[in-house]
Nanobody, 115 residues
């Protein structure tokens, strides 16, 4: 089992920044891809960004150039730096880890961007 704990969400004004963190524990060896997903009210969950063990990153088109995902393999932690936030970024952000073909999820952290 892999446990994921997110932190860093909150309320921010449009144009502001937030940094999310996700710490993995438990059976963390062989975790390959880690990433962030988000789900806004009434919307489906979508991939925001992901990063592999080798540092290969993927971003949703809507966040490219504004968000940066990074990973500290020594601490089994993944970060999401979010800049130039807009109200459209308001959502619950959930951390994901993929290990052995299985997905693990954190409980999520709420990001609210006011206009």
């Amino acid at each position: 089992q892999v446990q994921l704990v997110e932190s860093g969400g909150g309320l921010v004004q449009a144009g502001g920044s937030l940094r999310l963190s996700c710490a993995a524990s438990g059976s963390i060896l062989a975790i390959n891809t880690m990433g962030w997903y988000r789900q806004a009210p009434g919307e489906q969950r979508e991939l925001v960004a992901s990063i592999t063990i080798t540092g290969l990153t993927t971003y949703a088109d809507s966040v490219k150039g504004r968000f940066t995902i990074s990973r500290d393999n020594g601490k089994y932690t993944v970060y999401l730096q979010m800049n130039s936030l807009s109200p459209e970024d308001t959502a619950v952000y959930s951390c994901n880890a993929r290990r052995g073909g299985r997905d693990y999820w954190g409980k999520g952290t709420l990001v609210t961007v006011s206009s």
